[in-house]
């Protein structure tokens, strides 16, 4: 098993979209394994940076408030890391139909921007992509639960460029040998996303509409499975794959590995709130077009090649979720 505190001290590490909910978690605990920790964000509206989420670390931490869209801020920044997380980007699945041209931007042109760069002046580092679950489109129930191998069938521009992105990765990796990881990550919630709007962490936003006793709106019956993952999980899944040899030029679907009904989250969300309650409404026809189905991950790869497993149950994560809204809620609203 690795020493991540071995690993990663010393480590120069570069995360781009330090700012927001994987990222400033991620950072959190990359201090506290002793790597130099270097952010870049553009702190862009809708997409959650905040610089509450860094407050703990801010002087231990070098931020630099720039754009990965443009080559002189990704030439300064790329110079001398030994690992890259390169979490910049546009993470509203719905609001990608709206405006295609800023998820091409930041999604492909922006990730091919670091991408050249480290193949011209730092070939030997790791970057890794995060991809998402959207990628494989409408699952049929009986190829759940969903290994790598599936056909990937996009439906929303978010997701054809998740998956434009990750053929990039691949293709820098199989033609000029750069050192890639990709994940294909379920729905994540915990502590430091965004709950200003629905457009991404949808249970974190439910958590924030009980915690001022709203309503929770779900569409339809809401009887569709997800795969929720808990952000400590997911970075402890980010750390391993940053050093882990095996990990080189592999694709890994991160999730819990588990499917929890859609009504099963929000009334839960209910329950341990105490407050709100679910109400269900037809399916808008912009959202309706894009809904996957079913979705559940075979995480069988990463536990097998990395030796990673989820740890924090739904509810446990749901309950440390709460606490820290509750806590902090005025850093988020």
Known sequence: MLDLNKEYAGKNVLITGGLGFIGSNLAEKLVKLGANVFIL?????????NTFNIESIKDKIILDYGDIRDPVVVKRNVAGKDIIFNLAGQVDHNYSMEDPHLDIDINCKG?????????????KCRIIFPGSRFQYGKIADHDLPVNENHQLRPLSIYAVNKTAGELYYKAYHDHHGLNTVVFRIGNPYGPKAQIKHSGYCIVNWFIRKALQEEDITIFG???????????????????????????????????????????????????????GKVVKVPWPKNYQNVETGNFYADISKIHYDLDWTPKIKFEEGIKKTIEFYKQNLDKYI
């Open 221 to 275: 019956e809401g009887n569709q499975l997800r795969d929720y993952i808990f952000i400590d999980d997911l970075v402890e899944a980010f750390l391993i794959a940053g050093v882990h040899p095996k990990a080189n030029g592999k694709i890994y679907n991160v999730s819990s590995g588990t499917g929890t009904q859609f009504i099963e989250m929000a009334e839960k969300i209910i329950e341990l709130v105490g407050k």
């Open 41 to 49: 964000d553009a702190n862009l509206p809708r997409y959650g940076a």
């Open 111 to 123: 990730h091919v921007n670091i991408l050249e760069e480290c193949r011209k002046n730092n070939p």
